[in-house]
């Protein structure tokens, strides 16, 4: 069975992204820090066309992060931004002509848009009817594979509130960040969790967490 | 050379008690949760007067913070809080008659009191000269072993903040409880911290972490 996964890298202090994000600083200011971990593995690296990078015991965790799934469900700012409904701000997103998801992409927004098809298979579809309506297609466009949530932390928290989400993955980089966007607060209050695996990388603790109904 | 260091569970959410602590529920709501992982574990239970109980890779994790300690300083409401000053309410604590520490500890108040001396090698000695004169006295007391801070979780804070903690003990308990009290708020933004290990037990994930200066 197709199962709805999430996965994120958070500070020890809880943060998913640092204060101040901005279109030129999305991650907000010390939120580069979470991401280190991945951003210098060689798998990485090949998957968004840079050579060189380690292996390490980080490696396997990404690696099959991105071999189960089928398709991916993100945000409208996951995608890229921008003020304005798209007839205003017709750009292609933050990742280029040739994204790094080679799959089809479902990007939750208010405003309709005709779906953009990029280079190596990575299609975007724009869903305005909610999170429900985003899921029933990503998961028919998966084939049988898992639909990943690729953030912000806005979507994921309206998909675990909802009881949808069946496997979490926290990347937890031991620094403290003091402020930023929280992926749990109150509207998480007793989601119950399983601790199902734990790996320990290079400056990176990974949880994999399932959710009990 | 004698280090400081503090171990705490704490929810995947951040938080090391529940909401709503009080003189009857200390550990406010559902703060229990965070604790099960020991309670459980025959150490924990032979070191409290029970019987039975559990092996397994949570132990040597408790073995280790009890074992390299040589006194302890601890916090008034840890000690066993109550309104008012000492002479108005002369209890002996939570811990009855034979307490679990088995080594001097060091509370901080702002009440003054005479130690106080009870079975087992507890001593409680009552410090008013705030955190550095506490960790001085603990030290001395320490005689070359460490120094460990038993809570709560304001006292921790304020030495955190102080730069004075040399090693963090998190056991991450996969729960949310939504509300309650924090560990890390905005006064520890900027720690710098190491990951020097990490051991997967049931239900627990045992972090140790280094300050770096």
Redesign the interface.
Known sequence: MSELRYSTSMS???FVAGPDQSLENPLGIGGQLLHQWVVELAAWRRDHGQEGGEVNASSAVYERENAGAGSIIMGRNMFGGGPGPWAEDPWQGWWGDDPPFHMPVFVLTHHARQPLELKGGTTFTFVTEGIGAALELAREAADGKDVAISGGAEVAKQYLAAGLVDEIG?H?V??????GV?L????????G???V??V?GP???H?T?RTVR
Chains 1, 2 share one sequence.
């Open positions: 020890l202090d809880g926290i937890l031991p620094v403290l960040l003091g402020a929280r749990f607060d109150d509207s998480s209050a007793g989601i969790l399983e601790q695996a734990v320990e400056g990176v603790t949880l967490l």
